[in-house]
């Protein structure tokens, strides 16, 4: 059995030491999901936070392999209940890469549709748990009442709020109804101005940046050596989105800006900076819709796909830019009707390995801040 967390810490203390080893975690409001930050500190400095992750296990990837290629998509949900159209998308691109199926029109483009409103519900929970954390309790409201709009119009695509189960091996499981196109171009005209007010609110606001720039500045070797993703990476200043530089989808099709940390309030790569990034994508996202639902084309939502597909002996792998950066999906067929092997890469996992280097140093206070910048979400951690 591997050695607990808490006896690694202590081990590296002598006697003499003035500190103390604590626990942020597994049910702190501040850690976004079960996940324990067992920290060592001296007073209100941090020697080191360690993660200590597993608690949310639930061998996902395993059921990959225990189901049919359809009957996988539902975990998919799971894996991020935040951002689940992305993460269905993203399987959903593997196992047609294995069957070499083409997607008609319609449906990549309802896909990036309900992908791009789910990325700005995202990020409304993003920044507005931060913004709690941080201490400011009345952001949150303002940020779930937007959510709740977006869920509205979500619900009434696919008939779900949280787990979607939206995407389909070979296209979508429904169609936009009637009138939903001029609903979202509404929601969007007020989003578009609205997120003016919430800079106003909060983003500009002189305590809330004084408690963000120049905490936790991630340079660009830094971001790149620790495999950052999606805003983390681009907080820190490098100009890279898969769904520009990879393009995949109806992506190709649409023209958007990718928003990048430039140390306007502090130092390029700071926790200001991460927050900032989502807010900006939020608009990015409106356009991307915008213009979606304006070239929108007529056809088929579907492709002619098996109802118990059986892939041809192989291996695939799929990357979607989701809302915590690229998610990807390793998917191999020995020709039955169950994957052979699956596994998922997250941006969430890929954000921890960088936290224990960057709390040495910091003020208790300052790791919340931290953690909150990353935007980590424990169901893609542990899986």
Request: hydrophobic fraction near 40%.
């Amino acid at each position: 059995m591997a050695e607990p967390v808490e006896r690694r810490i202590l081990r590296r203390t002598t006697p003499s030491d003035e500190e103390i080893v604590i626990n942020f975690g597994p049910q702190h409001p501040s850690t976004h999901g079960v996940i324990d930050f067992v920290t060592q500190t001296n007073g209100e400095i941090i020697r080191r936070s360690i993660p200590d992750i597993g608690y949310l296990h639930r061998g996902l990837e395993k059921i990959g392999e225990t189901v049919g290629y359809p009957g996988y998509m539902p975990f998919t949900d799971r894996i991020d209940y935040l951002a689940a159209m992305l993460a269905n998308e993203g399987y959903a691109m593997a196992v047609e890469r294995l069957l070499k199926v083409e997607l008609p029109p319609r449906a990549k483009y309802l896909r990036a549709i309900a992908g791009e409103l789910c990325r700005i519900s995202n990020h409304w929970v993003a920044v507005g748990t931060m913004a709690s954390d941080i201490g400011a309790s009345t952001p949150l409201t303002h940020a779930l009442r937007e959510r709740e709009a977006i869920n509205d119009l979500l619900e009434e695509l696919c008939g779900a709020r949280l787990t979607f189960n939206y995407a389909r091996i070979g296209g979508v499981s429904f169609d936009a109804p009637e009138g939903w196109r001029e609903k979202v171009v509404r929601y969007l005209d007020h989003l578009d101005s609205y997120i003016q007010e919430w800079d106003r609110l909060i983003s500009l606001n002189e305590i809330y940046v004084r408690r963000l720039a120049k905490v936790a500045v991630i340079s660009r070797d830094k971001a790149i050596a620790y495999g950052l993703c999606g805003p983390n990476l681009r907080g820190s200043g490098i100009s890279w989105d898969t769904r520009r530089d990879l393009a995949y989808g109806a992506y190709p099709e649409f023209k958007f800006d990718v928003p990048v940390g430039e140390g306007k309030m502090g130092v390029q790569g700071d926790c200001w900076d991460r927050y900032a990034v989502r807010v900006l994508e939020m608009l990015e996202s409106s356009k991307i819709v915008r213009q979606a639902l304006a070239r929108l084309p007529e056809g088929e939502i579907m492709a002619k796909v098996l109802r118990k597909p059986k892939p041809e002996p192989g291996e695939a792998m799929a990357r979607v830019e989701s809302a915590r950066g690229a998610m990807c999906y390793y998917v191999v067929s020995d020709g039955s009707e169950k994957a052979y092997r699956l596994r998922v890469r997250t941006g969430s996992f890929m954000a921890m390995g960088i936290i224990e280097e960057m709390s040495q140093g910091l003020m208790i206070a300052d790791l919340i801040a931290l953690i909150a910048s990353l935007d980590v979400v424990a169901p893609e951690i542990d899986r």
